[in-house]
């Protein structure tokens, strides 16, 4: 019975970059290869769909008698088609054999390999709930400059329009049938193939772990993410480790906790109070090289505590020219992007802040729903005086104290 949902999967590039003789998509990665560790997320979905991998050549049929068993078993059916000299000669390949039931298609490179069952779920259902285009994408947060061909800067590019888009990229049938049949020369990805034929693209939310097997750096990043996993797996399991295992032998993964605490004064000039991510009008701000927002710096210490990584002295230094009078979204954003890149999620995050002033209770919520957007999980605020005791009785600054939590990813 033929799905209404298609996943191409684009594994036919050569992936010199990596570095290995095979092509990119059969290299080693964990206890398979990538494009084995790209499929299994594909064939997690929560509706099976009509898998079609577009491979070289010289591998369709070993592909096919490798992928059968495992697409019967989740109750997809599959396709293996070789791919052609470009990306878009083999998305081209693989639309030509959907049938025709199939009303969504996405199309997903298998180097993003660690991509999440979820993110394909999303992007489908977005897809059927807009009725066009839609591409995962993440915000940027590194500074973005435009360099010349002699390697010098020529400007800052505004980054608050950018987004770094990943794969699946999801599209109704017909829309992409269109975008291929009137295609004008090569693109990068379907997206921009699709805009190119005056189709509306959307974006969605994408997820950390569906960044791109390039450089034998990424394959070291997925190689460390894969092994967390498996042993947070074991872990939840309540398994073992073997008897006669050595002492130093690696412990399962599991979640880890981490504390921070941050202090500022209050400025002696009249500039703006920022705390908690929010500014606060007519309130005397504090002092500090960035904006002097102790809640946000705290909370940035207790995740990179319970990473490993560090401290915002480490990370965001003074003599770092880049943060002088950066807002706390600026060091949340950057901590959430080192957290994940380490092969964590944010589970939960609780800060209370001490001192006198402002009253935080009439903004509490919307403190925690703008933390909690910037990482992306739960954050909880609250607040305390010391009862006229301390620096922060006296009411000359004010104090916080964060703890996170973290989980494998």
């Known amino acids: 019975m033929s799905?209404?949902?298609?996943?191409?999967?684009?594994?036919?590039?050569?992936?010199?970059?990596l570095g290995h003789a095979e092509p990119k998509a059969f290299v080693p990665l964990g206890p398979d290869t990538v494009i084995a560790t790209a499929v299994s997320g594909v064939l997690a979905m929560r509706e099976a769909p009509h898998?079609?991998?577009?491979?070289?050549?010289?591998?369709?049929?070993?592909?096919?008698?490798?992928?059968?068993?495992?697409?019967?078993?989740?109750?997809?059916?599959?396709?293996?088609?070789?791919?052609?000299?470009?990306?878009?000669?083999?998305?081209?390949?693989?639309?030509?054999?959907?049938?025709a039931a199939v009303e969504t298609v996405l199309v997903h490179d298998a180097a993003r390999a660690l991509a999440p069952a979820l993110l394909f779920d999303e992007?489908?259902?977005?897809?059927?709930?807009?009725?066009?285009?839609?591409?995962?994408?993440?915000?940027i947060v590194d500074t973005?400059?435009?360099?010349?061909?002699?390697?010098?800067?020529?400007?800052?590019?505004?980054?608050?329009?950018?987004?770094?888009?990943?794969?699946?990229?999801?599209?109704?049938?017909?829309?992409?049938?269109?975008?291929?049949?009137?295609?004008?020369?090569?693109?990068?990805?379907?997206?921009?193939l699709a805009a190119a034929a005056g189709l509306v693209v959307e974006i969605v939310p994408g997820d950390v772990r569906a960044f791109k097997i390039t450089v034998p750096a990424d394959l070291r990043r997925a190689e460390?993410?894969?092994?967390?996993?498996?042993?947070?797996?074991?872990?939840?399991?309540?398994?073992?480790p073997a008897a006669g295992a050595h002492d130093d032998a690696p412990r399962p993964a599991a979640p880890r906790i981490g504390t921070g605490t941050d202090?500022?004064?209050?400025a002696a000039d009249d500039s703006p109070l920022w705390l908690a991510g929010l500014h606060w009008p007519g309130e005397r701000g504090l002092s500090g090289h960035s904006d002097g927002d102790a809640a946000a710096h705290a909370v940035c210490d207790a995740l990179l505590a319970a990473a490993g990584l560090g401290d915002v002295g480490q990370i965001f230094g003074t003599a770092d020219a880049r943060f002088a009078g950066a807002h706390g979204e600026v060091f949340l954003a950057e901590t959430r992007r080192l957290v994940e890149a380490s092969g964590y999620l944010i589970g939960n995050v609780t800060v209370q802040i001490v001192g006198n002033r402002p009253k935080l209770a009439p903004r509490r919520g919307e403190a925690e729903a703008l933390l909690s957007r910037v990482l992306g999980a739960p954050v909880s605020v609250a607040a305390t005086t010391s009862d006229a005791l301390g620096f922060t009785g006296r009411g000359e600054g004010v104090a916080a104290i964060a703890t996170a939590l973290i989980v494998p990813a």
């Open 3 to 17: 799905s209404a949902i298609a996943v191409i999967v684009v594994a036919a590039g050569s992936g010199s970059r």
């Open 263 to 266: 202090v500022h004064a209050f």
């Open 123 to 139: 992007v489908a259902a977005a897809v059927r709930a807009r009725r066009h285009g839609i591409v995962p994408a993440l915000d």
């Open 224 to 240: 460390q993410l894969l092994a967390g996993r498996h042993d947070a797996e074991q872990h939840t399991a309540g398994r073992s």
């Open 144 to 192: 973005v400059k435009r360099v010349g061909g002699d390697g010098q800067v020529q400007e800052t590019v505004d980054r608050s329009t950018l987004r770094a888009v990943q794969t699946p990229q999801g599209f109704p049938r017909s829309s992409l049938d269109h975008a291929y049949a009137t295609a004008r020369g090569d693109v990068t990805d379907d997206a921009a």
């Open 51 to 99: 898998l079609v991998l577009v491979v070289p050549g010289e591998r369709v049929e070993t592909t096919r008698e490798r992928f059968s068993a495992d697409a019967a078993a989740a109750g997809a059916t599959l396709d293996v088609v070789a791919g052609g000299a470009s990306r878009q000669e083999s998305v081209a390949a693989g639309l030509a054999v959907l049938p």
